[in-house]
């Protein structure tokens, strides 16, 4: 595949998940259209050798998998990634009146840097649950896709030191500003209502929320020679998109897994989390005897894919000097011996050996001695279902900015080498 047509589907698949709802809906999409089935937690399930499917858990988390054919090794070679990312989320008691101007009160979700949001057009997205004309609750996706609030910064005469040491009160400085003379009476569930009617949705009244606010710049290959791919959400739309590609090209008899899940940039602990049941709920309802799960857990191998810090040409020094991953040099193999990435030596090798297989680059972190580093779901899935995990990840930079910037020739690179593993006979 071109490495441009690749390029152009994930800006696609960016601009159309402001919010884990959204990136769910538009993965369930593509599996739908490559001849994935949809399965339901309350059916009884009849899935045979060799079919694909895929379900979802509170419409924030997927799992789409192939089941191995019957003279297939019975393993499953399985991702993960996760469809949230830092972001501010509106209050449920959201109005704010002041001075003339109308705004919405903010909740900072994850670990965002802050002041990159200020100055930027800002629009809206989530999951609104209302009630439709017959009086029935019904759960509604909604996206303005337009420019709708932003977050003026204060001007450096009235804070002669901003340049110096500012630091971000969330409660106080990201009020989000929505308008003027918008009334006393304005009504933020009023405005989702007549947005979804304007959406061709007969909802009778808003009754609560899920939402945040997104850059609404579109993603865009940047530098002399576009080296570069900048968009919001990278982190983790980016391995949602390089997973799914690589699931449905993927050419094999054998099992394959897909997971991407909600909150881990909040600690995973969730129903819908890594923490949370759901992945191994569905390995037990694909092999119902313990026994035979067990066997397939101890044969199988997961890669935890996320974005991993690529060394930062003016912050060099923040890495340690024989561990700076670059862009566009391949993805990364993450490794701490704390435990807060889940690589051991025998699925590094493993991936090593695949990239080699397919002439890949391949590069791997670690972080400096003297500082911590963040984590994955990857530890939290290896100890959850025992399997062996590796963690692996697009170097970027201005990871948890409103907007980051990857290589542009790492995404492909990556979907490629995660291809070869979904395809691979390897045994470790």
């Given at each position: 595949m071109p490495q441009k047509d690749y390029l152009n589907g994930l800006m696609s698949f960016?601009?159309?998940?402001?919010?884990?709802?959204?990136?769910?809906?538009?993965?369930?999409?593509?599996?739908t259209a490559a001849g994935y089935g949809k399965l339901e937690v309350a059916d009884k399930w009849h899935v045979q050798a060799g079919g694909r499917y895929f379900i979802t858990r509170n419409d924030s988390t997927i799992v789409a998998f192939q089941l191995p054919k019957k003279n297939a090794l019975q393993r499953m070679h399985m991702v993960g990634a996760h469809t949230d990312s830092p972001c501010l989320k509106v209050k449920p008691n959201a109005e704010i009146h002041q001075k003339g101007y109308q705004q919405l009160g903010v909740?900072?979700?994850?670990g965002a840097l802050l002041h990159p949001w200020f100055d930027r057009d800002l629009s809206l997205a989530g999951r609104v649950v209302g009630r439709d004309n017959q009086g029935q609750l019904v759960s509604y996706l909604l996206d303005f896709k337009r420019p709708l609030a932003c977050i003026p910064s204060l001007a450096i005469h009235l804070d002669r030191e901003a340049n110096k040491a500012h630091s971000v009160n969330p409660q106080t400085d990201l009020p989000v500003l929505l308008g003027q003379t918008l009334g006393d009476e304005f009504s933020l569930r009023s405005l989702?209502?007549?947005?979804?009617k304007a959406n061709g949705h007969e909802v009778d009244k808003v009754i609560d929320y899920e939402l945040s606010f997104y850059d609404f710049q579109a993603p865009a290959l940047v530098g002399v020679k576009q080296e570069f791919l900048a968009a919001a959400r990278l982190d983790?739309?980016?391995?949602?998109?390089?997973g799914l590609t690589a699931l449905v090209a993927a050419q094999t008899d054998q099992g394959l897994l897909l997971i991407c899940n909600d909150h881990e940039e909040v600690g995973s602990q969730?129903?819908?989390?890594?923490?949370?049941?759901?992945?191994m709920s569905v390995l037990q309802r694909i092999y119902p005897e313990t026994e035979l799960l067990h066997q397939v857990l101890n044969a199988s191998t997961f890669i935890s894919a996320d974005n991993a810090h690529g060394v930062h040409p003016n912050f060099a020094n923040k890495h340690d000097e024989h561990h700076?991953?670059?862009?566009?040099?391949?993805?990364?193999?993450?490794?701490?011996?704390?435990?807060?990435?889940?690589?051991n030596a025998v699925t590094s090798a493993m991936v090593k050996?695949?990239?080699?297989?397919k002439d890949l680059p391949i590069q791997t972190f670690v972080v400096r001695s003297d500082m911590t580093c963040g984590s994955t779901i990857g530890p939290i899935t290896a100890a959850q279902l025992g399997v062996r995990t590796l963690d692996l990840g697009v170097p970027t930079f201005?990871?948890?900015?409103?907007?980051?910037?990857?290589?542009?020739?790492?995404?492909?690179?990556?979907?490629?080498?995660?291809?070869?593993?979904?395809?691979s006979q390897i045994v470790v």
């Open positions: 960016i601009s159309d998940s402001p919010t884990p709802f959204h990136a769910v809906a538009a993965m369930a999409q593509q599996l909740e900072v979700y994850g989702l209502v007549d947005e979804l983790n739309l980016l391995s949602c998109y390089m969730s129903a819908e989390g890594a923490q949370g049941s759901f992945l700076g991953p670059r862009l566009n040099q391949g993805p990364v193999i993450k490794v701490n011996a704390n435990q807060r990435y889940a690589t050996e695949l990239a080699a297989h201005a990871m948890h900015s409103i907007r980051e910037l990857a290589g542009s020739a790492d995404p492909l690179i990556t979907h490629q080498l995660l291809q070869e593993f979904f395809e």
